[in-house]
C-alpha cells in the first residue's frame, strides 16, 4: 500500500535506468544540483539514468515542465526503457498524477527518492521506525489533496485505476492510528537513550559527534578513530549510514571519548524526514564537540557545509564547538594539518580518513578540546565562527 515507490524504484532497479528532469529556474547551484541527483538516483539503484536539462521562469501549473519539455522525458524513457522518470523538484501531487499519466510510467520527485533510499538503508528498529514515520507523514500531506482532488471527480477515477486508485484505497484514519503508534515507539526509545546520555554525562566522558553533508566520508573516518575494524557501514553512496553508531576510544590527553556517527546531511532534506529523525539528530549532536566531516574534494565543499550548519541550527545545535575536518586531502591534494587563527584557536584540520593522513593531529585536536571541559575557565579553544573558510 504504502510502496507506491519502492515499487517504481525496484522497477527501475530491473532496468536500473531513469529519466532524470532538472529544470533551471535560475538557481546558481544548478549544475551542482544536476551531480546530486545522478548520485542520488544511483545510490537509489537506477546506475543507468538520462538527464533532461531544460529552463523556465516558473513551473507549469498542470505538468510543472512544458508540454513539449514532457515530450522529451517521455522519447528519453523510451529510448532508456526507463520504468521511472525523476523530478529533481517537489511536486504538487496533482502535477505528479499528470505526468504519470501523460507518460505512462511512475514520476518520483526529489523528496520520495529521499524516502526511498532511507527506506532501503534504515537497518535499526528506530530507523526504520522513523523512515515510515516520514513516509506516512508525507503521504497524508498528498492524500489530503488527493481527496479534494477526488471529491470534484468522484465516481470516474475508480474506474480508471489511475495513479490516484491507490489513494482511495488508503484509509485515513489507519494512517492517523499509525502514525500515532509510531510517535509513541519513538518516544519511548528517545527516553531510553536519555537515560544512557546521563549515564554517560555522570561520568564526564567526553563526546564527539561526527556530522558532515553525505558522501563526506564520516563514517570511514569513525572507523580510522575509533578502530579499523570499527564496522561502520562505509559506501560511495549518499545517505549510507542512517542510524547513530558510538563507540568509545581512547585519546592520548584526552582519555576515553565516546565518538559517534551519525547520519548524513543534503541541501533540502525533505521536511517530514529532518522532523522523523530530529529527535536521533537532537541526542547525537549534544555531544561536547562537532567534528564537521567536509569533502574538501567536492567542488561543492563550501554550499555543503552551509547547508549542514543550517540543519544544524534547527535543530538547536549551532552553539556546540566545531571543527571544521577537511576530508578526502589524498583526493583535493591538500596537505595534512592543524590550521590556528590569529588567536592560536585551531580553526580547520585536514585529513585523509582512508590513507591516515593527519589523523595524529585531528586527535591532538579533539585532546586539546577536551582539556578545557577538565579545568574549568579555560578559554575557548576553536574559532567561534567556526572555521568553515573560503579557500
Ligand atoms: N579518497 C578518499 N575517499 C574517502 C575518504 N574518506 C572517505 N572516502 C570515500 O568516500 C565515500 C563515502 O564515505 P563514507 O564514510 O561512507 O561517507 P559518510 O559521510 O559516512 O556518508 P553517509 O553515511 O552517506 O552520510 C566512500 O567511498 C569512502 O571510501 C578519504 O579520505 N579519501
Ligand atoms: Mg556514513
Redo the contacts with the bound molecule.
Sequence with gaps: MLDDTAVAVRRATDTAAAVLVCLDFGDEDYEDGIAEITRLAQSAGATRNHVVRGSRQRPDARLFAGSGKVEEIGIAADELNAATVIFNHSLAPGQQRNLEKELGRKVLDRTELILHIFSQRAKTNEGKLQVELAQLEHLSTRLVRGWTHLERQRGGLGKTGGPGEKQIELDRRYIAKRVGVLKEHLLQLRKQRTVRRRARVRREVFSVSLV???????????NALTHPSAG???????????DTTSRKVWIENAGQVVVS?T??FIRDLPHGLVAAFRATLEETVRADLLLH?V?S?SEARLREAGDVNKVLAEIDAATIPQLAVW?????SGLEPAVERDEYGRISRVL?????GAGLAGLRAAIAEAARPQKQPGHSQTFSPELSIQCR
Design positions: 558532515g553533508y553525505t558522501n563526506a566520508g564520516k563514517s570511514t573516518l569513525f561502520a557501514y562505509v559506501a560511495d553512496k549518499l545517505f549510507a549510514t542512517l556517527d547520519v548524513g566531516v569533502d574534494a576530508n578526502k586531502i589524498d583526493v585529513v585523509s580518513a582512508r590513507n
